[in-house]
């Protein structure tokens, strides 16, 4: 063996511990660098939070809350730690407790000068540190600590009167309910919830208002409280300058009191409004998912059927599954099929909170499958009605046709003597009055369409006046017009007489 073979493999070696570290020093920089953007700009959003408070303008929040989600992918808590012993330089309590909560030690030796000058801290500033270290403990699944940090942060903004801190506090509460719903304890803040949604009906805080009605609602629901849920709805009014998601939200919210309440008309406006209004990205699938869900069984129970596109989007693919077998189930009307699917499905939909409005639909696969069987048979006993929609009785199938026949369901008639349902025969509808009663309501439609479009329209205010004069002046030039046409004629005829 040659000295030269030993002599490569070191040199390999070599040139692979570069690369590694090469690697691991790309890697620091990279995170150095994005650790560098994300104090920067927190720090511009500092600057915003302090013009929104000079000049009294909500868009300078509004603009800090978008940047949240983008921060909240790329934080640590060292760097949050670093911003915090920075921002608090002069407040050593304020300071060492949050940091206390991240579980993070304060390095004097990264403090600014001009932190250490300032004499106090914007209660706006403030409340947004407590709010990204309350993302960080959640995302850190450190509830206790969380619940502790929201409690401590929802007593301090109940204490100030400012309307510069609406939209953050807004964003404190729903992260306070959040804790509390985590850890099983979302009762114990209703009244809290109340009293602060009446605090910010009476400072017409739109925001706030909105996020705590919604949390309400949500606290409700949790419980299986619908009653107190449906009672809340009538009393209070939600804003109409509250944010597209809380609109979104409170939408999906009305839509499952209404179908809980028969109201399937009334629910599926509003839950596809709740779907429409939703943000459509991969961060809110959740919620897309949920309403979707909702708004299936809900067109189910109106008698209509999904589209197929719904259940093959991507993002509902999945969650939608169970859906689509009771949705094929109902279609068809195959009562045996909806029940396996029922019992398959069982713990999903009692999950989903979708389990009692899925056992409405088994009258809609009953009347599908009565439908389907009186367009198949012209006459067909009610002994194999009942083997073919797995009843337990032919008295049971004589009382669900009977009921198909009486709502309109079916054209056919029961003979209870003999035991048979027997089809009408399909007639011409062209020998009816139907045609004509349809083309009535078509065109009244459109004559009370066209009634409203007039009164619709708006007319500048004297209009016919300037519209009058116009016309005297054009006739008053068609006058002048043609007399000076007639002198021109005589002119013409007087110099012709020179000739």
Request: charged share 30%; net charge neutral; glycine share 2%.
């Amino acid at each position: 063996m040659s000295t030269a073979e030993p002599k490569k493999e070191k040199k390999d070696q070599a040139e692979a511990m570069e690369i590694v570290e090469d690697a691991e020093a790309k890697q620091l920089r990279l995170a150095k660098e994005t650790n560098q953007a994300v104090l920067s700009e927190i720090k511009r959003n500092f600057t915003l939070l302090e013009r929104a408070v000079d000049t009294l303008e909500s868009r300078f929040t509004t603009r800090v809350l978008r940047t949240v989600p983008s921060i909240r992918r790329r934080l640590t808590s060292p760097v949050l730690a670093q911003v915090i012993s920075e921002t608090y330089g002069a407040h050593e309590e304020e300071k060492n407790e949050l940091l206390q909560y991240l579980g993070e030690k304060s390095n004097d030796m990264e403090v600014d000068s001009a932190a250490e000058k300032n004499g106090s801290v914007l209660p706006e500033i403030d409340t947004y540190l407590h709010l990204h270290v309350l993302i960080t403990l959640l995302d850190k699944n450190e509830l206790k600590k969380g619940t502790e940090l929201a409690d401590k942060t929802v007593k301090k903004i109940l204490l100030l009167n400012r309307r510069t801190l609406d939209q953050l506090a807004a964003r404190v509460y729903f992260y306070h309910a959040r804790f509390y719903e985590l850890t099983g304890r979302l009762a114990e803040i209703r009244p809290l919830q109340l009293a602060a949604h009446r605090t910010a009906t009476l400072k017409h805080d739109d925001e706030t208002q909105a996020t705590l009605l919604n949390l309400l609602l949500r606290n409700y629901f949790v419980h299986n409280l619908y009653d107190q849920a449906d009672k809340l709805v009538s009393k209070c009014a939600f804003s109409e300058n509250a944010g597209n998601n809380q609109a979104a939200r409170y939408a999906y919210y009305l839509g499952r009191i209404k179908a809980l309440q028969l109201d399937y008309t009334s629910a599926h406006t509003y839950l596809t409004q709740a779907i429409r209004k939703a943000p459509q990205n991969n961060i809110t699938a959740g919620f897309q998912q949920t309403v979707n869900k909702f708004f299936i069984v809900v067109q189910l129970l109106m008698g209509e059927i999904p589209e197929r596109s719904l259940f093959r989007q991507p993002i509902l693919k999945k969650a939608l599954a169970p859906y689509l077998h009771i949705t094929q189930a109902v279609r068809i009307g195959d009562l045996s099929k909806f029940q396996e699917c029922l019992a398959q499905f069982d713990a999903v939909f009692k999950k989903d909170k979708t389990f009692t409005l899925i056992l409405r639909l088994r009258h809609n696969v009953i009347k599908t499958g009565i439908r389907m069987i009186s367009l198949s048979y012209s006459k067909i006993s009610l002994r194999d009605i009942c083997i073919r929609l797995h009843l337990d009785s032919e008295e049971d199938a004589e009382f669900i046709v009977a009921k198909a026949i009486r709502d309109g369901v079916i054209d056919a008639t029961l003979d209870h003597s003999r035991g048979f349902m027997k089809s009408k025969e399909i007639l011409d509808i062209y020998s009816t009055n139907e045609p004509q009663h349809a083309f009535h309501q078509r065109i009244s439609f459109c004559l009370n369409l066209h009634n409203e479009a007039v009164k619709a329209m708006r007319f500048p205010l004297d209009a016919h006046r300037k519209e009058l004069a116009s016309a005297e002046e054009a006739r008053e030039r068609e006058r002048e017009l043609a007399q000076e046409i007639a002198e021109g004629d005589l002119d013409e005829d007087n110099d012709m007489a020179d000739y």
